[in-house]
């Protein structure tokens, strides 16, 4: 029986307004028609992942977060500092959708027989505007999930799984062999941690709290070093030296955790060194800064000689540089280990409507490890 689909559905949008003011609400959009190659999502499942946060509150202080509007159509205004108003030049007053990826089941197909192979079942989906109940988008930007499959199981099978596939693939590329890791008892995280154990990589985890050490050594984390420990520049330097990596990923961005990360790998590889230079050693440490928990400036003191890189990391250029088909090759990693590897836990399950309460966002808006929000659009 086919699902009656409704002309318009609700999405949430967010505002950022020349006059230095955010605005959260919930926008009517029209669901068009698929193309044939084509499907309309009904979404049911979509994470609350950093990247989507920073979109969703832009440089906005969420302590100033006032609730407004109806409790049909709840609004959530709040200040954006007139330091930040530089930095959101190139989105004001622009009415934004919000969410890189979701899972859902599809209820009406374009013409072509991809399209029409996707009707009726479970699928991941990518491509933002996930934060909607109906998203129209191609179905090459959709994964069918396993049978069986929720799709709350399926909401997160693209960012963090790909991020942390992604990671080991560029070690290989660049000639590393281990990896460094930072907010590691995060979601991605953990699922880096099981990738590593399963291939057989080193991996040194990077935490800011002993609680979140526990975790990881709880799922078998090997190296595990706590950020807020009085040794822990110590505790790095000899994961380092032990595990060879030279090559770190980072989601903090801002302090002084990249130029640590930096000094204690040269300090690891002069341990090896048999001859004195004044530029260090040879071999290249490479920092990827890949997140912003941290809005402040990366700060560093180069005590980590000349070979040496910090640069940015991005999933979506990085599929760009290995190509469909060996993105393809991961994906199918993904939906092979979606319930083991790249399973995503999650602490409440809210509607677009909860999800615009004050109380909420000062949980959720956190993003602290253990405390990952799901969005269900089509929630009540």
């Not at 202080?61 to 409790?71: E, I, V």
């Not at 989105?91 to 374009?110: F, I, K, Y």
């Not at 080991?168 to 880096?192: D, I, P, Y």
């Not at 990693?333 to 999650?346: D, G, I, N, P, Q």
Request: hydrophobic share 40%.
């Amino acid at each position: 029986m086919p699902i009656e689909i409704p002309r318009t559905a609700l999405q949430l949008r967010s505002l950022i307004k020349r006059s230095g003011e955010l605005e959260l609400s919930l926008f009517e959009e029209a669901i068009p028609p698929p193309k044939p190659d084509e499907v309309i999502v009904r979404v049911e499942a979509a994470p609350m992942n950093p990247s989507d946060l920073g979109l969703l509150f832009g440089a906005a202080d969420m302590k100033t977060a006032k609730a407004g509007g109806t409790p049909e159509r709840p609004v959530i205004t709040a200040t954006v500092p007139d330091a930040a108003m530089k930095a959101m030049a190139g989105r004001l007053d622009q009415s934004m959708p919000v969410g890189n990826e979701g899972a859902g089941v599809v209820v009406a197909a374009g013409a072509s027989p991809t399209a029409q192979a996707q009707l009726g079942k479970t699928v991941a989906a990518i491509g933002g505007a996930m934060y909607t109940q109906y998203r129209c988008l191609p179905a090459a930007q959709c994964m069918p999930l396993p049978e069986g499959t929720t799709p709350a199981e399926g909401a997160s099978a693209f960012v963090n799984p790909l991020t942390a596939l992604g990671m080991v693939e560029t070690m290989k590329r660049e000639g590393h062999k281990a990896l460094v890791h930072t907010a590691a008892a995060s979601n991605l995280g953990q699922m880096l941690n099981r990738i590593c154990l399963a291939d057989g990589i080193e991996l040194v985890n990077i935490v800011r709290r002993k609680e979140q050490a526990d975790i990881l050594r709880a799922i078998g984390a090997k190296h595990v070093c706590d950020a807020s420990a009085p040794a822990f520049m110590e505790d790095l330097t000899e994961a380092l030296a032990v595990t060879g990596a030279t090559l770190a990923f980072d989601a903090i961005g801002g302090g002084k955790l990249a130029g640590q990360i930096l000094n204690a790998m040269e300090a690891a590889l002069l341990r090896k060194s048999t001859e004195y230079s004044r530029y260090g050693t040879t071999t290249h440490k490479q920092v990827y800064i890949y997140g912003g928990l941290d809005r402040g400036p990366t700060e560093f003191t180069r005590g980590f000689g000349m070979s040496w890189g910090m640069g940015g990391w991005l999933l979506f250029s990085f599929l760009q540089k290995i190509g469909p088909e060996q993105a393809a090759k991961l994906k199918a990693r993904v939906a092979a280990e979606l319930k083991t590897t790249f399973a995503s836990h999650y602490t409440r399950e809210v509607s677009m409507r909860e999800a615009l309460k004050p109380e909420e966002i000062a949980v959720y808006g956190r993003q602290a490890t253990g405390e990952k929000y799901l969005l269900n659009p089509n929630r009540a």
